[in-house]
T-cell receptor, first 113, second 111 residues
């Protein structure tokens, strides 16, 4: 079955540590996205990529980095520069037609300890 | 001004009630519209697309008013399992049809 997989489901980070969240899709989608969601809040766009080897900053890119070396993969690194990283992180992908919505992964819940 | 605005609620309704949510969007060039459902601590999932002529899927009816730039979702005969947050979503044609999400409306259906 086609889908989008995020791992790990739960992640704990120490202060000052970089961590990488994985996102893999087998839907053959060109566009992929990373969102952050805080409790009781909406989705905020961190980074997005419309095509391999290209990506753009979203609304809250500071303290995060991404790469898009393969069509299937769009990992997100939460760096030590992100001062408040505890949140629910969602990865999504989208097909080429305007009428299609996003397919989301099941999310990674990151907690700073 | 937010690009997609929703009343955050919560809407507390009894089982069997009919409830309606509205959403307004700012970009008149937006072409595609969706309602997503998000359960607590889960990812959003597509509930239904919204078509210009309005569309229905079982107990759910979605309507689009382009002139006034609002979208609505009507839920009839509410079930306990309908309790969730409902996200209004709009495409941004100038940004590769990226989706813009409203903040969500929380629905709680009570026995």
């Amino acid at each position: 079955d086609g889908g989008i997989t995020q791992s790990p489901k739960y992640l704990f980070r120490k202060e000052g540590q970089n961590v990488t969240l994985s996102c893999e899709q087998n839907l053959n989608h060109d566009a992929m996205y990373w969102y952050r969601q805080d409790p009781g809040q909406g989705l905020r766009l961190i980074y997005y990529s419309q095509i391999v080897n290209d990506f753009q900053k979203g609304d809250i890119a500071e303290g995060y980095s991404v790469s898009r070396e393969k069509k299937e993969s769009f990992p997100l690194t939460v760096t030590s520069a992100q001062k408040n990283p505890t949140a629910f992180y969602l990865c999504a992908s989208k097909g080429p037609l305007a009428g299609y919505g996003y397919t989301f992964g099941s999310g990674t819940r990151l907690t700073v300890v | 001004r937010k690009e997609v605005e929703q009343d955050p609620g919560p809407f507390n309704v009894p089982e069997g009630a009919t409830v309606a949510f509205n959403c307004t969007y700012s970009n008149s060039a937006s072409q595609s519209f969706f309602w997503y459902r998000q359960d607590c601590r889960k990812e959003p999932k597509l509930l239904m697309s919204v078509y210009s002529s309005g569309n229905e899927d079982g107990r759910f009816t979605a309507q689009l008013n382009r002139a006034s730039q609002y979208i609505s979702l009507l839920i009839r005969d509410s079930k306990l399992s309908d309790s969730a947050t409902y996200l209004c979503v709009v495409t941004e044609p100038g940004a590769g049809n990226m989706l813009t999400f409203g903040g969500g409306t929380r629905l709680m259906v009570k026995p």
